[in-house]
């Protein structure tokens, strides 16, 4: 028997572009039959990363795939096929590679591997929408003498940042700060640079304030305006906005914000022509503000959502969706006198008259720091098996 350890250091979180690195021990477990006749044989292991598609059938029509591309080998338990058994297409992988051949463990022993790869930046983010979906794992194949493989597949995150891979490092590295006394390998080093670049540009594109006023109106009038200072967005920032009613000359009796998330498949994929978009709401607010003059709302971004992109099947957008419920009536009517001697005491209406009107705002949403996002995964950073 042998335990597969594998253990993503940073977290299970990465920007497209960034080294995933992880540690992968193999161990031959001391016990007390333990015998010098128990040590174990390995004969190769090897990983590779891929981005598993799937798409619902009922909305999305795929092309047929090319029966010619089919590996004849995928069959051959003994070949290292990394999406063996799993649903869906593998659209993106990177090359295998070997991390060991003929490995021998004693009892109690153990031998670690550690596997770099950089994340390609042309493929799409992890994402989990109600039509398709684009999952990322790294599989690790090993195999014992005249035994089947046995994958341990440790799945990951992908943020994807645009305009990232377009950046140039600079050449001169002289003109870098750096430490004399610690040695770092260049790809980690490129790869701490890209982390920085990325929070920086981040940072500017979200940090950018300017008032922005919308008039709240219907086809009687002015309900009120609403104010918000950015329309760019983080994943883990809360959305801020303001309504001020008291210039209205139509009163509001109640209004809602949902912070949603609008799924659209590319028109040539649709199962069928005019299809709905599918909308997932991350979070709501909901007032009743009658005599109120002014309100307001924080809706947060989840760390655990997707920030907005587009592919060539699918495109997923953030907005803001307003409703609003007025009057039919004017102000000074909505409510009447509960007792004739008490002229403070002031009961509703029981019916009222409303119009009732939607409004949406579009949002854009980046992604954040991969390390602040991996507090929140889903997945675990530690991954084993046993053979």
């Known amino acids: ?32 039959s333990s015998t010098s006749a128990s040590s174990e044989m390995l004969a190769w292991a090897s990983a590779q990363i891929h981005c598993q598609f799937h798409a619902s059938e009922n909305r999305v029509a795929l092309p047929p795939s090319d029966g010619s591309k089919h590996d004849v080998q995928a069959e051959n338990e003994t070949v290292f096929v990394p999406n063996r058994g799993e649903r ?15 490995l021998r463990l004693d009892p109690g022993e153990s031998k670690s ?6 994340l390609p930046v042309d493929g799409p983010p992890s994402f989990r929408g109600q039509s398709v979906k684009y999952v990322y794992k790294l599989t690790i194949g090993c195999q014992r003498v005249n035994s089947p493989i046995k994958l341990l597949r440790v799945p990951f995150r992908v943020l994807v ?26 790809g980690l080093k490129k790869d701490s640079r890209l982390a920085d670049v990325a929070t920086e540009l981040l940072m500017v594109a979200t940090s950018r304030r300017s008032l922005h006023l919308y ?19 983080k994943i883990g920032e809360d959305v801020i906005g303001t309504f001020n009613f008291s ?27 005019g299809q709905p978009v599918s909308f997932t709401v991350h979070a709501r607010h909901q007032e009743s503000c009658l005599h109120t003059a002014q309100s307001s709302f924080s809706l947060p971004i989840p760390l655990s959502s997707t920030p907005g992109f587009t592919t060539n099947i699918v495109s997923l957008k953030w907005r803001l969706h307003f409703e609003f419920v007025t009057s039919g009536e004017s102000a000074g009517t909505c ?16 019916q009222m008259e409303v119009d009732t009107f939607s409004w949406d705002l579009p949002i854009k949403v980046l992604p954040t720091n991969p390390i602040l996002a991996s507090y929140v995964s889903q997945f675990s950073s530690t991954n084993s098996i046993t053979i």
């Open 1 to 32: 028997m042998i335990e597969v350890l594998a253990k993503l250091g940073r977290g299970p979180v990465f920007l497209a572009g960034e080294v995933l690195e992880c540690v992968i021990t193999f161990t031959n477990p001391l016990s007390a």
């Open 88 to 102: 869906g297409q593998c659209i993106l992988s990177t090359p295998p590679k070997i991390l060991f051949c003929d």
């Open 113 to 118: 591997y550690s596997y770099c790869e950089t």
């Open 161 to 186: 940042l645009h305009g990232l891979k377009d950046y140039q490092f600079p050449q001169d590295e002289a003109v870098a700060p750096s430490n004399p006394f610690l040695e770092e390998e260049e």
């Open 215 to 233: 008039n709240i109106s219907n086809t009687r009038g002015k309900v009120g305006t609403f104010c918000i200072f950015k329309t760019v967005y």
């Open 247 to 273: 210039e209205g000359d139509i009163p509001c009796l109640q209004f809602s914000v949902s912070l949603q998330t609008e799924e659209t498949i590319q028109e040539e994929f649709q199962r069928r022509r």
């Open 335 to 350: 409510l009447v006198r509960g007792s004739q001697s008490e002229a403070v005491t002031w009961t509703g209406v029981e």
